[in-house]
């Protein structure tokens, strides 16, 4: 295969690093397991573009998995680090920088009026899930199949069907004992979650949810649903978490919470809010976050928490992001205009073509299924697992890698547009994938 020689460096250290490192990678998606071949290792990323180790050069539609909101290496992210590593790159003390991005999220998100930063997305709802379960006093937490909260033992779970049941770990090392208070439905099935309330109700701490379904594919909340949720969690005593670790300033400046008028509880965040370097939170109503240590009793601690680098570089992405002199478009907005061409792009060239697609785009979001038929629907996971033609995506992936664009190496995985991409990306990427949809038709 062709793919070979164009890609050789990366498969020979790909080899190198499965000699030293499990699979090769540090995160599992990153193998390619979802397209097949190896993974291709990158070298370096400017603006909307990145270069891997065998000088291939990608437009590129993951940007880290989202975090990276004005594209690769901007010019006053790099700077606010290296302002910052030069004055000290940890303390393990307070700094000025974590009040003033706390301030920036708060308001930014309207459900936000406290922030606890810490590492990263998993320790965000990990955390979150210790302070619901400390604030009421119960133990049982709600999550959705399919829906991805990061790897706490309490997060992955997922029930194999769309009857409410008590979960079974998901991964070997996870005690039965864990994942029996994890309590597991089908996303955008209101009704399930009424029954599992009618059943459990009085004893769940928490529903965790992500407002869009965005680690199966791109799965849109049903009109009403989020709100639903709210009110069952309301009605209960039950505190709803958002997770908007990746929608959080990438669907909107508030998120979906601010998107969708929906009040959670407690927010997690994390991505876009480190600027490309190691961030997450946990944030929300002032009373329930002064459960927090040292506020309150619940312990949670962090030797890096709230890093100086990683603080530098949130408030940079988020005010050069979002700040825009009056009457002009942010670049936030810029980035969304050019997200919604390029999925209304891809809705025409799936009539054009006769490949049946299901497209989403929210902000700066979007995503697409290949799926085995048109006219059906992807509303949760069952749904995602019966529909869509992964085989046909793989295909879909490396005819788009030799045309010079890089998307998700899985089709379960959500695509993001940053504010360098320009309408040239765009309009190059247009033709690329119908190219490709040709190829992976035929
Ligand atoms: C990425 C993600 C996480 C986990 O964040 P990490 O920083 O990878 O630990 C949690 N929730 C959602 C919705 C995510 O997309």
């Known amino acids: ?9 990366s498969k020979a250290l790909f080899a190198a690093a499965q000699s030293v490192i499990p699979g ?6 990153r193998a390619f397991r ?4 190896t993974p291709i290792f990158f070298s370096r990323g400017s603006g909307s573009h990145v270069e891997d180790v065998d000088g291939n050069s990608y437009i590129d539609y993951v940007l880290s998995w989202g975090p990276l909101l004005l594209g690769h290496a901007h010019p006053a992210v790099l700077q606010a680090i290296a302002e910052q590593a030069a004055r000290g790159t940890s303390f393990g003390a307070p700094t000025e920088l974590e009040t003033e991005l706390a301030e920036l999220v708060i308001a930014l998100m309207p459900g936000v009026e406290q922030v606890r930063f810490v590492n990263s997305g998993t320790e965000a709802t990990m955390s979150a899930l210790r302070l619901a379960r400390a604030y009421t006093g119960r133990e049982k937490i709600v999550k959705f199949s399919g829906c991805y909260h990061g790897h ?3 997060l992955l779970v997922q029930a194999g069907s769309g009857v409410a049941t008590l979960g079974l770990p998901d991964s070997p090392g996870v005690p039965a004992s864990t994942a029996a208070s994890t309590l597991t439905v089908e996303y955008n099935d209101l009704d399930a979650a009424a029954e599992l309330f009618r059943q459990h109700g009085d004893t769940i701490a928490a529903v965790i949810v992500e407002p869009i379904a965005a680690n199966m594919g791109f799965v849109l909340p049903e009109p009403g649903y989020l709100q639903g949720l709210r009110e069952l969690t309301r009605s209960h005593g039950t505190l709803l978490i958002m997770d908007e670790v990746m929608t959080g300033f990438r669907t909107s400046p508030g998120g979906c919470q601010g998107l969708w008028g929906i009040d959670p509880d407690i927010t997690c965040l994390g991505k876009v809010i480190g600027g490309g370097l190691p961030v997450g939170a946990y944030a929300g109503k002032r009373a329930i976050m002064q459960t927090v240590a ?6 949670q601690a962090g030797t890096l928490s709230g890093n100086p680098l990683a603080m530098a570089a949130g408030l940079a992405t988020l005010r050069t992001a979002f700040d825009a002199p009056e009457g002009e478009t942010s670049l936030f907005q810029r980035a969304a205009g050019r997200a919604q061409t390029l999925a209304d792009g891809i809705r025409s060239l799936s009539e054009q073509t006769g490949v049946p697609l299901q497209v989403g785009n929210v902000g700066t979001m979007f995503g697409f299924y290949f799926l085995k038929e048109a006219g059906v629907k992807v509303r949760n996971y069952a749904e995602a697992k019966q529909w869509v033609d992964a085989a046909r995506y793989a295909k879909f992936f490396w005819a788009m890698c030799e045309r010079g664009v890089y998307l998700a190496p899985s089709q379960f995985e959500a695509g993001f547009v940053s504010a360098a991409h320009d309408t040239v990306d765009i309009a190059v990427t247009l033709t690329a994938i119908r190219e490709a949809l040709l190829a992976a038709r035929g």
């Open 294 to 299: 040292p506020a309150g009793p619940m312990y």
């Open 1 to 9: 295969m062709t793919v070979t020689d164009r890609y050789a460096r």
């Open 34 to 37: 979802g397209v097949g071949g």
């Open 152 to 154: 706490a033992d309490m």
């Open 24 to 29: 090769g990678v540090n995160s599992p998606v």
